[in-house]
């Protein structure tokens, strides 16, 4: 079986004969009016939380901690709810 490479960052040269693959740590925010459902990749985490103050507080504690570097969020479209 022939192995093949992901999609991604293509690895940086890192001296003569070593390479380092960069990898990103992300995350998806699907915005409800009342709740926040949030998805990381690389992995398979989920988290899901209110779409209050507390609730974005402990959103970012938790992509902190995950070491998240870069958040998509999803366009809200009725413009009702907290994040905004």
């Given at each position: 079986?022939?192995?093949e490479?992901?999609?991604?960052?293509e690895?940086?040269?890192?001296?003569?004969?070593?390479?380092?693959?960069?990898?990103?740590?992300?995350?998806?925010?699907?915005?409800?009016?009342?709740?926040?459902?949030?998805?990381?990749?690389?992995?398979?985490?989920?988290?899901?939380?209110?779409?209050?103050?507390?609730?974005?507080?402990?959103?970012?504690?938790?992509?902190?901690?995950?070491?998240?570097?870069?958040?998509?969020?999803?366009?809200?479209t009725?413009?009702?709810?907290?994040?905004?």
């Amino acid at each position: 079986m022939k192995s093949e490479r992901l999609p991604g960052p293509e690895p940086v040269p890192q001296g003569r004969n070593t390479r380092l693959t960069q990898t990103a740590v992300v995350a998806g925010i699907d915005c409800g009016k009342d709740s926040l459902d949030l998805a990381v990749v690389p992995g398979k985490e989920r988290y899901h939380t209110t779409n209050t103050p507390s609730g974005h507080r402990d959103l970012i504690a938790w992509l902190v901690v995950r070491g998240v570097s870069t958040v998509g969020i999803e366009a809200v479209t009725s413009g009702r709810g907290a994040m905004r």
